[in-house]
């Protein structure tokens, strides 16, 4: 079958939904045309994100982030568009400077909430387009980090970092200042976290606020609804307003938070919390008899309240479900327990009928709409990424990306049909490129079981030619490179230098089934590795173009830590390797990461029970074996591996000799986040490539 190619942006598609075996087909109007991708190009692509419907249906904004080069960094702006007018174009609400995000309506539908930097820090604002200037709604002296509005207008919970011994902001402000004029510059912890994702831990806590707008619109003295609590709200690293929610009446509001103190770490033990809005009352714990996590509360209009659960403490990869609790009897029941997939973001539409779920399902994120009544679903969206979305009592709108481009806005009958596409963020950037035709496949992985992946044309591909490989292993290692388009690692910037692409949902990827995700816990050098060399094979026997004599093997993180197993034993196997923040070292690793709990579940245990558990997969045990040249990649502020892991590798490399080239980011965490950054990781690892597959 022909591969699918990317959707072509001289004209306005419309995206039908269809069997996923339809996958296989193309479903763009025209194949594009153009220069390839560069990754100048990839970093200036404006980004969208947040999608919010108004309450009237009339209005959708949305977050959209532009890149500015000389200031190295991205500026992110409030847009809207008007859903009444079929061919309107979306209008810029907020200016770039001030740096919008978290589009939130009033009731209302004609009031517009939002977090602005105008102020000089992050506050909330306010706005009814058409009229008047944005008005502050808070003016607190420490920085807003999500917020959302009460059903009835007159409230916001607001979250906020303050020490959980101040009885006030201002006691919180007063002591980080304070704090920052000592000469003396040492942090002193008695209790992990000290650090976590990139940050180094302050002594604050996140904490959820209530405040009541006035009629003026400003919010008063925000009430602490979590006091004396010890955890974040939202939760950390990147929690954000679906953490907590109001209900219906606005009376009271539901949080997850996990109170674990010393043995945080090691605990994934998430709660939901019921509190009156007012701080009346001290919260009650919902689901203290589940150990494992609870997330992502969301009120039917009922008032019957909705949730994702995991039933495995300590397993931060465990599926997932649906769970209900009657506002009428407080019965609890399990509505998706026979659904062998697990749910990344749980919703409802505005009327409350129906919950919406987007779910990982071979190797598509799809969205699906619920019965809560009966749990059976019903697929909405069966391909591509779609990443949020939002919903009136009709229709969802949503952002959506794939293999073939980036996010942009689309909406779907709530009854299902046909997709219709509402924006086009970068037509005329990626009009004038070619984006490479995609296709996914599926072998006989380890045991023979299936197993799918991915496989991308190269730029001027030809028939009866034959190109070099880049062979992608995502992280995780419980996520994917599935249907999905991702900034850090882009398949087409890989096939716009000329690489044929080749990526494996290997044994531990989401989508699957649970019995496939956990298979590679306490498995990290086995299954996997026998589906990546019984993929890679597969590819070369299906697609004759690929030429396995000239292949590179890439991966961060997890994939990282593949690229020094295969090191050590695949290592006759490819030219050249790439490994980004990847596992060099067990024992240290576990010693010196943040969230302990990931390697207790993946090794079964501390380092100090169960040695055997770690060392079996440990790649600093076959450096004896190493041979092939690698690239070593690592960010300074990354904390989840910190960067003497790739010392370590590169060490290695050094010491036996072996081709290697070492690149440290100063000021990047365990991603590559930054422009300028970005543009050079890609240069120098499509560089490294070329030198060994093409010169």
Known sequence: MPLTRPVAW???????????????????????????LTPEDLVMLRRISDPQVAPDGRTLAFVERETDMAANRGRNAVWLLDLGRAEAAPQRLTELKDNASSPRWAPDGRTLYFLSSQSGSAQIWRVTPGTAAAQRVTDYPLDVGSFRVSPRGDALALSMEVFVDCATLGCTKERLTARSKEPARARIYDRVFIRHWDTWSEGTRSHLFAARLGADGAAGEPVDVSKGFDADIPGKPFGGDEDFAFSPDGRTL?????????????STNFDLFQVPADGSAAPVNLTADNPAWDAQPVFLANGDLAW?????PGFESDR????????????????????????????ATADGKWLLAS??????RKLYRIDPKSGLRFELVNSGE???????????FFARADLGGPNDLYQVDVKGGALRRLTEANRDLLDARHLSAFEQFSFKGW???????????????????????AFLVHGGPQSSFQNMWTYRWNAQAFAAAGYGVVMIDFHGSPGYGQAFTDSISRDWGGKPLVDLQKGLDAALARYPWLDGERACALGASYGGFMMNWIEGNWPERFRCIVNHDGVFDQRMMYYSTEEIWFPEWEFGGPYYQNPEGYERWNPVDFVAKWRTPMLVIHGEQDFRIPYSQGIGAFTALQRRGIEGKLVVFPDENHWVLKPANSVLWYHTVIGWLDAHLKN
């Open 308 to 312: 994702l659960a995991q039933e495995r």
């Open 254 to 266: 539901v949080f997850s938070a996990r109170i674990a103190g010393r043995t945080e770490p090691w």
């Open 386 to 396: 779609v990443d949020d979305y939002t919903a009136t009592a009709k229709h969802v």
């Open 320 to 347: 997932f479900h649906v769970v209900l609790k009657s506002a009428r009897d407080g019965a609890v029941r399990a509505l998706t327990a026979a659904w062998d997939r697990s749910v990344a973001r749980l919703g």
């Open 447 to 469: 045991n023979d079981e299936t197993v799918h992946g991915y496989v991308m044309q190269p730029h001027g591909f030809e028939p009866g030619k034959r190109f070099p490989v």
């Open 359 to 364: 779910v990982d399902d071979l190797g598509q």
């Open 10 to 36: 001289p004209l306005l598609c419309t995206l039908a939904v269809v069997p996923v075996l339809a996958l296989l087909a193309p479903v763009a109007c025209a194949d594009a045309g153009g220069g390839p």
